[in-house]
């Protein structure tokens, strides 16, 4: 057995791990952390609302043991903004109507953050044409398909493209 | 969640040591087991954590060791796995979404339950596997997704993984340990048919850990797709899929190996089909006929037929689409 590599960081802030292994990471972000941003969809992997960045890759909180992350850095939609600037992609979903009742919103700025590390480090998607290519981009079907791991009740899928397109222009490698 | 102990495995002596005890469970990334954790359809009294456990993928005389704590993305991005062995990558892509492959392990593809509903739904039906000898309220209930090759009587639930269906058609064999020491099985040899038993649905010993894939060298000339039919575009099960390598020199095929996924309790490795291609033309029709010959031993039941001619279709279309790209 290792030892346990210690709290849980989020948004910058240690977080005591909980004694009973059963919690997820998505009720001790709500539930222990007093952090309602993440939301709770389905809590069995197939919306999309409760993703997180765990050390810059998005996850989904609701299937993850918390005692999992010990000593994990995790970013949460609170983590992002700049005091009471928002975060880029936050302004662009707000600009281009990137939500309707906002309940699936903090899972899908995170995923998309996530989704774009992937893009940058050249990580194909079942449509990419050419898996042998090093680099990889947000042309044609390729953002809807990264982002398929987030639903949305509402149906303001064009909107949330829009905002991501507009958001990560010219990252793409 | 019924209360369980949580301890993180070192290394494999210490995970098969911790797992020794009875109603111990490995834990991967946890997205399947979480799940059936919190619907009390799985009820270990142990969690062994086996996520810190080899992650490494490495070229090993010219085919690939892959440990299995690799994460699928991992595994999906890396770049001898796609220039290697494309069908790996598309399919692992083709499976759950971004977020669940950066969370899941190989050796958690390899072993996730089925994800037929009844099987999910402990307080609303019966079901052989959850509660053996119960009856399976699937026979007669609604059952479009199930099973129509290698079913029985007491379970037509299908194994729900892409990655293993790219593996059946790859000849990748699995590592295991367990307390009485190591040994090595073929993938296609991995998952057992139901039968009277659909409880047991690997021929894994109790607390035998996987510890990693080995896929052999690449076969020159072959061609290869995954190719996933689904209800909707993205993020779902597949109703049929195939995974295909197809060597052809002078119309004639030099090589096939096939395999579905959707159709069966386990991986299906198309082994009729492959008999039918070998040595034959070419062509759409030869294709189609290797499909149909396949699927011949389907056994369908009310709501499920469609996929007979789906997967011939989609059997057909793949090698036939392996075919113009290669004369393209
Ligand atoms: C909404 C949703 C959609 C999905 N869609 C798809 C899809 O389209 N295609 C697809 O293929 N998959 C899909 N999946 C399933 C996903 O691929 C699996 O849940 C995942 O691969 C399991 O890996 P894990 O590491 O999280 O396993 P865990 O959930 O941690 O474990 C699964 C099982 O494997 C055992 N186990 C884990 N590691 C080992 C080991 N090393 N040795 C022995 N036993 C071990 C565990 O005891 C457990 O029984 C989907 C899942 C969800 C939630
Ligand atoms: S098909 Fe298999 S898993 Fe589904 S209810 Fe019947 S016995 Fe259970
Ligand atoms: S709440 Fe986690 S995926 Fe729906
Ligand atoms: S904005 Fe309502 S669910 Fe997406």
Redesign the interface.
């Known amino acids: 057995m290792t030892e346990d590599g210690g709290p849980v960081r989020i948004n910058g802030s240690p977080v005591a791990l909980p004694d009973d292994p059963r919690v997820s990471l998505l009720d001790l972000l709500r539930e222990q952390a007093g952090l309602h941003g993440t939301k709770k969809g389905c809590d069995q992997g197939a919306c999309g609302a409760c993703t997180v960045l765990v050390d810059g890759q998005r996850v989904l909180s609701c299937l993850a043991l918390a005692v999992q992350y010990a000593g994990r850095e995790v970013v949460t939609i609170e983590g992002l903004s700049e005091g009471d600037t928002p975060h880029p992609l936050q302004r662009a979903f707000v600009e281009h109507e990137g939500f309707q009742c906002g309940y699936c919103t903090p899972g899908q700025i995170c995923s998309a953050l996530g989704m774009m590390a992937e893009v940058e480090r050249g990580v194909p998607s079942y449509v990419t044409a050419d898996l042998g290519a090093a680099t990889a981009g947000l042309d044609g079907d390729e953002l809807r398909e990264r982002m398929s791991g987030n639903l949305c009740r509402c149906g303001a899928y064009n909107g949330i493209a829009d905002a991501v397109a507009e958001t990560f222009a010219g990252r793409t490698r | ?1 019924i ?8 290394d494999e002596e ?1 995970a098969v040591r ?1 797992a020794g005890t009875a109603g111990s469970t490995y ?1 991967g ?3 399947n087991l ?2 059936l ?2 619907r009390t359809v799985e009820r270990p009294s142990a ?1 062994v ?1 086996v ?2 456990l080899s992650s490494s993928i490495e070229d090993s005389g010219g085919g690939l060791m892959i440990g299995a704590a690799a994460r699928n ?1 991992a595994v ?2 890396h770049r001898l796995v ?2 290697r062995y ?1 069908v790996l ?2 399919a692992i ?2 499976g ?5 492959r ?2 899941a392990t190989v050796g958690g593809n390899l072993l996730q339950r089925t994800r037929c509903p009844y099987f999910y739904d402990v307080a609303g039906y019966r079901c052989n596997k959850r509660n053996p000898g119960e009856g399976c309220d699937a026979v007669g209930g609604p059952h479009r997704g199930h099973a129509i090759l290698g079913a029985s009587p007491a379970c037509i639930a299908v194994h729900p993984s892409d990655m293993c269906v790219a593996l059946a058609a790859l000849d990748a064999d699995v590592h295991l340990r367990g307390a009485g020491g190591s040994r090595l099985v073929p993938l296609t040899g991995l998952h057992r048919l139901p039968g009277t038993h659909p409880e047991i649905e690997t021929v894994l010993a109790p607390g035998e850990l996987i510890t990693g894939v080995q896929l052999p060298a690449p076969v020159t000339g072959e061609r290869s797709a995954y190719r ?1 039919v689904r209800d909707r ?3 779902a099960f597949a109703l049929v899929s195939v995974a295909a390598l197809l060597g052809v020199q002078d119309g004639v095929v030099t090589s096939a190996r096939l395999a579905l996924g959707g159709v069966a309790p386990k991986p299906w490795r198309a082994y009729t089909a492959e008999r039918s291609l070998i040595g034959g033309p070419a062509t759409a029709t030869a294709f189609r006929a290797a499909a149909e010959a396949e699927l011949a031993a389907a056994t369908p039941l009310r709501d499920n037929g469609f996929k007979v001619e789906l997967a011939v279709r989609t059997i057909t279309a793949v090698l036939d689409g392996l075919v113009r790209e290669e004369r393209a």
Request: glycine share 12%.
């Open positions: 969640m209360p369980f102990t949580y301890a993180r495995a070192g210490d911790l834990l990334g946890g997205t979480v799940d954790l919190r969690l954590d996520t810190g993305t999906a991005e796609r220039t494309p990558s598309r892509l083709a759950a979404s971004g977020q669940i950066n969370m996933k575009a993205s993020y």
